[in-house]
């Protein structure tokens, strides 16, 4: 079994509080659009925060029909909006393939919370024994690659990680491996999240995680020194993976290459990071390592860049440590600056923003940014993206928990096997 084979990646699909689909929201990080403003989903009276990342435009039934979009949670709509996408555009097809060498690999952090709680509030009002037939299966986490798996129809492997923050990340780093490692020739991967229900946002709220700004222009800010706080979001985003062979003989057009994964874990806290960001710094190491390649050959980052004080702080010193001197002669910007924090969904959202970027050459922003700190001295784009042709990009995910996830990316090139 072949231990080495190149993985590439041909089909992106992404719903996002930037846009529905790759164009609209590609689109938006490029000009700098916020996605974040006052939540609809809900009635907010009587709680603290008042924004988040919806995904605006978002209607389930233009992915399925009515009947079968109610037997699923948002988070499971998403999902499969996504991964539409990332197959059409893949071009895949099924009666050329074997099933069983196709696969699903598709995270969430929290999986069906909107499903949760409002059976919860059902069973308690008219009795437990009164709650949806199809609570179970609405509610957990790995059915959303479940639903995906069967659409599609994939036989290979089908799981879910679930790594909070950095569950989407893990998802694309153990897909990849699998597929380099002879398992698999295709694999379907990425998270998915739709937790802007009052129980997830009182939840972040009590835990004292999220910003209660309730002005979008100063809620995600991630590096700012003034940040206080992430803000929900709520999305998804799926990545076709193939082995590079495979791809080749069916003529597929490759947007990029995943060329290496690193993954950590702190040991040290079920939700602050490390002080002196060892852990992800090691993952960052690793997955360079991974990709045979320098810290000089990276060339933009995008960052976890969550916008709270402990995160910014710590991942902007666990570069220093992975990079060395060329911390700051690369760039790196906080997308979630523009989407909020998408949680389970972050990593592969954050990917697809990270491959359009050394697609395209162009490094989307950190917007908002007004007041400097000088614990977060890097290249973070401020407020302007900018046109720089790179060819090595990282992303990465840190989550509760301490799980640390690093993925390089390299735009694609065909002589380099």
Not at 47 to 73: C, S, T
Not at 83 to 107: I, N, T, Y
Not at 317 to 338: E, I, P
Request: with cysteine; proline share 4%; net charge negative.
């Amino acid at each position: 079994m072949d231990q080495n084979r190149r993985v590439v990646v041909t089909g992106l699909g992404i719903i996002s509080p930037l846009g529905c689909g790759l164009t609209a929201s590609w689109q938006g990080a490029k000009e700098g659009k916020c996605g974040i403003g006052p939540i609809t989903l809900y009635d907010t009276e009587g709680q603290k925060v008042k924004l988040a990342g919806e995904a605006h435009g978002f209607d389930a039934e233009n992915y399925m029909d009515k009947r079968e979009a109610r037997k699923m949670d948002r988070c499971n709509q998403l999902a499969i909006a996504a991964a539409q996408e990332a197959f059409q555009m893949s071009g895949l097809d099924m009666e050329k393939e074997d099933p069983l060498r196709c696969g699903v690999l598709v995270s969430s952090g929290i999986g069906g919370l909107t499903t949760i709680q409002n059976e919860c509030l059902k069973g308690n009002e008219k009795g437990w024994d009164r709650v949806s037939p199809y609570f179970i299966p609405m509610s957990i986490a790995n059915m959303s690659a479940g639903h995906i798996a069967i659409q599609l129809g994939f036989q290979g492997m089908c799981s879910c990680s679930v790594t909070a923050c950095a569950s989407g990340t893990n998802a694309i780093g153990d897909a990849m491996r699998y597929i380099r490692h002879g398992y698999a020739d295709v694999m379907l991967c990425g998270g998915t999240e739709a937790s802007i229900t009052p129980l997830g946002m009182g939840g972040f709220t009590s835990l004292k995680a999220l910003c209660t700004n309730p002005d979008p222009a100063r809620a995600s800010i991630p590096f700012d020194k003034e940040r206080s706080g992430f803000v929900m979001g709520e999305g998804a985003g799926m990545l076709m993976l193939e082995s590079y062979e495979h791809a080749k003989a069916r003529g597929a057009v490759i947007l990029g290459e995943v060329a290496g994964y690193g993954a950590t874990c702190d040991a040290h806290h079920i939700t602050a990071p490390c002080p002196d960001g060892r852990g992800a710094a090691q993952a960052m190491t690793m997955a360079l390592e991974d990709a045979g390649i320098t810290p000089e050959q990276i060339g933009y980052i995008n960052a976890h860049g969550t916008s709270t004080p402990l995160n910014d702080a710590g991942e902007t010193l666990a570069v220093k440590k992975a990079f060395g001197d060329h911390a700051y002669k690369l760039a790196m910007s906080s997308t979630k600056s523009m989407t909020g924090h998408l949680l389970g969904a972050s990593g592969a959202v954050e990917a697809i923003f990270t491959l359009m970027a050394l697609k395209e050459g162009f490094l989307p922003p950190t917007i908002h940014y007004q007041v400097p700190d000088e614990q977060c001295d890097l290249d973070i784009v401020p407020n302007t993206g900018r046109s720089q042709s790179i060819s090595y990009a990282m992303s990465n995910s840190l989550g509760f928990g301490g799980h640390n996830a690093s993925l390089v990316f390299h735009a694609f090139e065909e002589e380099q096997q």
